[in-house]
Every structure is written in C-alpha cells, then in structure tokens.
C-alpha cells in the first residue's frame, strides 16, 4: 500500500493537521457551514473571509439514484480512458514494424502522450474552474476518439502524423482525468464520496490492462492493428451519449450545500487560484521533490550495489521499506503535537519509499523473458494498482468510519480517528518489506531460468519464420550438398 494511494483522506488529513477548519452560522441555514480559510482569513482566492452569504447559493438538489447513474457513466468513461492509455502499448510492435520506427522512437510515443498531457492539464484546470464541465468533458472524448480513429489511417510515410495523433489522444486524456474527479465531488459528500472515487480509480488497473489486452487481440484476430484503434471510438461514441443523457452540469460546491458563487461577484484569476493552492500543497509539494530525489537514489545505490551482490535490488527494496515503517509511524504520531517534526518524518519515508519504483521494475525485467516482458508490466501495473491506489482509499475511509462509532462528534475524535486509520499503512509497508526479503531468495534463480529460456526458446512469429524459410527450401528445385568439415 502506498503512502501517496489516498488523496482523499490525504487532504482531509492536512486540513485537520493545519487546523484551518472553522465553523460559522449561516442564519438562513441555520446550521453551520465548514469553511477552510487561509493566513489572510480568505476562502480560496475569494477574499471574503465570511461564509457564504444566501444570496451566492444557489439551491440545487439531485435525486441519489441519478447521483449514482451519474457516477455509473463517469466511472465508464474512465474506464474508455486508460484503455485509450495502452492500447498502443498492446500493439507496439506491430506499429514499429510498419512505420519502421526503432525501440527509441517507440518509446518516444508514450512520451509525447504523456508531455502533452501534462502540458494541457493546467489548460483544462482552468476551464473546468471556469465554464461547463460537462461540455469541456465532451470536447475530450471527441479529441482522444477522433484523434484515435484519424490515426489508424496514417500512411506510414506520415510517422510525424502519427506522434502528433498520439499527442492530441493525451490531450483529450487530460481533459478527463483533470474535471472527472471534480463532478463526482460535487455529487457526494463525507464517506459517500470516499467510495465512489475508490471504484473511480479501480477502473485506471482495469482500463490499462483491458486496453492491453484488446489491442493485441483485435491486431491478432483481424490481421491489422489498425482495427484496434477503430474499435474504440465506437465505445467512446457511446460514452458521449450517456454523458450528455445522463449527467447533470451540476453546480460547484453542489453537494456541500455551498452552491456556486452568484453571478456578479468577483472571479478569481488563475494566478490567484494558483498562489492559493500553493499555501495548501506542502504535501504535494514533498511528493514531488522526495520522488525524483528517492528514484534517482534507488536507481544508483541497485546499480553500485549490485557489482557486489547480485541480490542488491530486492535487498535495497526491502531495507527502504523497513526504514519507511518508523518514519510514517512517527508522522502520524507527532502530527498533533508538531506539525515540522510531521513533515520532516513524512518526507523521509517519502523519500524511502520511492527508492523502490525503478528498482522493482528492473528486477521485473530481469526474470521474465524479453518476448513476455510486454505483458509482464501490464500484470505488474494491474496487480500495483489493485492493491495500491484502488482499494486502499476506500479501506482507510471504512476503517476510519468505524472508528468513529461510538465516539463523540468532535473534531479531534474525527482527525484521531483518521490518523489511527493511516497507522495501518505501516503494517502494508512492513509487509512489503517482508515479501522483498522472499524475493532475494529466489532471485537468482529466477533471472537465471529467465537467461536459459530465453537462449533456448523461440516465440510462435520465430517459429512460423523458421517454418516458411523450410518450406521454401525444400519446394526449390534443387538443394545444395554439404560441404565436408574441414578438420
């Protein structure tokens, strides 16, 4: 289980940690309204420092049964989403073959993909902040869909054509997987909204390994891989339907009572938006720095470490995950009593923790054979996922509501409750450090099982050739003698 594989429960973490929750009567309400206010007293970028007045909400109701048919069609979408992610991947060397295109220039696919995803994701952040979500929703299906469909007609003279298809695929991705997430916030609250972004994010595993799977199915049962990309707009033609029919452009803040604000008040820019969200992203912020700095540690100290023991790489794994144990139990702990010395453990189990990434997948590559090593990284993303980022969110959030059974509704039963629930992660973390230790165990042998097959094995398109190439020798209308061996 990952540290980083519950940013839900994450931020409501944060938000108790900093003590920024406040509470305020609303008397036209007449209840109380929860508002998370920065240093300056503002709300977000709105400087108000108030709760919002009646006349900025706006009374919006869903009946739960749309709520949920909603949430249906979005987790459906997702699903097309990150099929729409590995499909290429299921067919990769088909495409190498008929653009001619090298390991590198393949690999360079997946890069413009994901550069352009990244580049467009703040883009569609605004838009989503700004103008109606579900239309910007739209706009990416029909981009990745009709971008994946142009695609498949590329000549092979055309390889530029090609990148540039991939790119604008990445791009529609960003759309969704940026304003998605947002919708379903606005349609559920509290425990509800914790699961139903759980089973969200169990279709990205899902997705990846079915678009996988249906790439090198379709190219196989077609002859073509071009079919692959022509069988998905067909599913995302349906998922534009259902989400023009069946979900609402439901207002911000809907589910929290909060409504959106009345027209005529003031619109925060994006720099605002941007210089608020950086006084709330100090855990983002560690995330990020100890994960480029824990990758390119784990990577040197396997590759120093190896030249002295060939069981370096599960050893490293499972030393850092022993080391990650007592760095998040202290986090937890020491959360309420010092928010630095939190920080401080929290960044380095972080740190630790990411030692791990480049190594598990070097020691995955080692033990499988180069033909299956396609699939072998689809089944270990597959099984990551499950285990990591899809459940876990919801786990935590379970154990935490009960938890709180039975206790008073307070603020601080709430947050020890939550902390109590994230203890569980250094039982995960131990664990896991427990099957690295197995794995040194096994590891030579495997890798060497891995070598021997591989030298000794040929795949079925080798055994074909091998088979044509006979046939056409003996279908000649002669065959040479052998010469003598000359001694």
């Known amino acids: 289980m990952q540290l980083c594989s519950a940013p839900v429960l994450t931020q409501r973490l944060q938000l108790a940690l900093l003590g920024m929750a406040t509470e305020c009567t609303d008397p036209c309400m007449g209840g109380t309204q929860s508002q998370a206010l920065n240093p300056d007293g503002h709300y977000g970028a709105l400087a108000s420092g108030r ?104 000549s092979y003279q055309y390889c530029w054509l090609f990148f540039l298809s991939r790119g604008a695929v990445g791009t529609g991705a960003a759309s969704y ?162 928010l630095l010395a939190s920080y401080v453990f929290l960044a380095l189990g972080e740190l630790l923790l990411s030692c791990n990434w480049a190594v598990v997948a070097d020691i995955l590559l080692s033990v499988v054979v180069p033909r299956c090593r396609g699939t072998a990284e689809a089944l270990q993303i597959t099984v990551a996922h499950i285990l990591g980022d899809a459940g876990s969110p919801y786990l935590t959030g379970l154990i935490s509501s009960v938890l709180q059974t039975g206790r008073p509704n307070s603020y601080l039963q709430r947050f020890l409750s939550l902390q109590h629930s994230f203890l569980c992660c250094v039982f995960a973390i131990v664990l896991g450090g427990g099957c690295f230790l197995l794995t040194a165990l096994h590891l030579e042998r495997d890798q060497a099982q891995a070598r021997q097959s591989g030298k000794g094995t040929l795949g079925s398109k080798d055994v074909a050739s091998r088979n044509t190439e006979h046939q056409g020798l003996l279908s000649g209308t002669s065959t040479p003698a052998k010469k003598p061996i000359l001694q």
């Open 51 to 154: 709760c919002v007045p009646s006349s900025a909400s706006a009374s919006w109701s869903l009946p739960r049964w749309r709520a949920y048919l909603a949430a249906a069609v979005l987790c459906y979408i997702n699903l097309l989403n990150y099929m729409n992610w590995f499909i290429i991947p299921g067919v990769l060397l088909d495409v190498q073959k008929y653009f001619h295109i090298s390991d590198s220039h393949a690999g360079l696919l997946q890069t413009v993909f994901i550069g352009c995803l990244l580049v467009s994701a703040p883009v569609f952040g605004y838009l989503g902040d700004r103008h109606s979500r579900k239309a910007t929703l739209s706009f990416g299906i029909l981009l990745w869909s009709g971008a994946g469909l142009s695609s498949s007609f590329i």
């Open 177 to 338: 997987s940026t304003i998605a997430p947002t919708v379903l916030g606005d349609l559920f609250v509290k425990d509800q909204r914790t699961c139903v972004l759980a089973v969200f994010y169990i279709f990205i595993p899902v997705g990846s390994g079915l678009g996988y799977v249906l790439g090198s199915v379709v190219a196989e049962l077609t002859g073509n891989w071009r079919w692959a990309l022509r069988i998905m707009p067909c599913l995302d033609a349906l998922a534009l339907v259902l989400l023009i029919l069946l979900v609402p452009d439901i207002p911000r803040g809907a589910a929290e009572k909060q409504g959106e604000v009345a027209v005529g008040a003031p619109r925060s820019s994006w720099c605002e938006d941007v210089r608020y969200l950086g006084k709330n992203l100090i855990f983002g912020a560690l995330t990020v720095a100890t994960g480029i700095i824990g990758v390119i540690l784990g990577a040197e100290a396997s590759r120093r470490y190896k030249k002295v023991n060939p069981r370096a790489e599960p050893l490293i794994c499972a030393s850092s995950l022993f080391a990650t144990a007592p760095c998040l139990y202290l986090a937890l702990i020491l959360a309420s009593r010092t």
